[in-house]
């Protein structure tokens, strides 16, 4: 009986052993995989993504399209001078793209990614300035312009390396809307430049032109200013006609 008895607890004592082999074994691997994953997030750049879906806190509800939607899928991937363009889809909660939807009539937004990685931006002044900038970005939502790109919603986020982010979601410009693709590739950096780029044309059609495309800049200008709103940069990459 004794050694039947001692038999059956060194058997127990076995199995308990490789459970508990198995219970590190599977620990340690989760601990590999979340190692690389860190590691891979670690070399990621300003702007560059974790995960393409974005959930927002509110839907946006865009004219023209049936419905709204809060969460949103991002493609491509542009850097910017001070932030990364991305092209915005929106999706239903389970994944799928609404299937009463044409795919043609699916909406698409701009999903700009702001990255502030710097160490002033976890400190309580720094945290400060990005309230600020989206409390002004949500102030931008209720300007309806023809001359200004409208914008729908915005997202406070933080990026894989923990810093601060905030993502804007604008209205995309039709193809040739930006300004600087009525202009030759090898032309110009400044606002200033428009209208000696036209004159020097010498055609009155292409001074009249030049006065037209200043006429709507100024006009969207006025509409911002006239909801408290400020213009912080204006280059040839941000303006529309």
């Given at each position: 009986?004794?050694?039947?008895?001692?038999?059956?607890?060194?058997?127990e004592q076995i199995k308990l052993d490789d459970s508990l082999n198995k219970e590190r074994r599977l620990k340690l691997a989760k601990q590999e995989l979340e190692r690389k994953r860190q590691q891979s997030l670690e070399q990621l750049d300003d702007g560059e993504l974790a995960s393409r879906e974005i959930i927002l806190d509110e839907p946006i509800r865009i004219?023209?399209?049936?419905g709204s939607w809060t969460t949103w899928n991002l493609f491509g991937g542009?850097?910017?001078?001070?932030?990364?363009?991305?092209?915005?889809?929106?999706?239903?909660?389970?994944?799928?793209?609404?299937?009463?939807f044409v795919r043609t009539k699916i909406p698409t937004l701009w999903a700009q990614v702001i990255d502030f990685n710097r160490p002033f931006y976890l400190t309580d002044q720094g945290k400060k300035k990005v309230d600020s900038l989206v409390t002004e970005v949500r102030r931008l939502q209720i300007i309806k312009s023809d001359h200004v790109l409208r914008?729908?919603?915005?997202k406070r986020d933080r990026t894989p390396k923990g810093g601060e982010r905030v993502v804007v979601f604008v209205e995309r410009p039709v193809d040739g809307g930006l300004l600087k693709t009525r202009l030759p590739s090898s032309g110009?950096?400044?606002?200033?430049?428009?209208?000696?780029?036209?004159?020097?044309?010498?055609?009155?059609?292409?001074f009249t032109d030049a006065q037209e495309h200043l006429r709507q800049i100024m006009t969207g200008l006025s509409a911002v200013h006239q909801k408290n709103g400020t213009q912080r940069r204006m280059s040839l990459h941000t303006l529309c006609i």
């Open positions: 009986m004794a050694a039947r008895e001692e038999d059956r607890l060194l058997k004219e023209g399209h049936e542009k850097r910017e001078m001070l932030w990364t363009t991305y092209i915005a889809e929106p999706i239903e909660k389970d994944g799928t793209i609404d299937p009463n914008v729908f919603g915005v110009f950096d400044c606002l200033t430049a428009i209208v000696s780029y036209f004159q020097s044309l010498f055609s009155f059609q292409a």
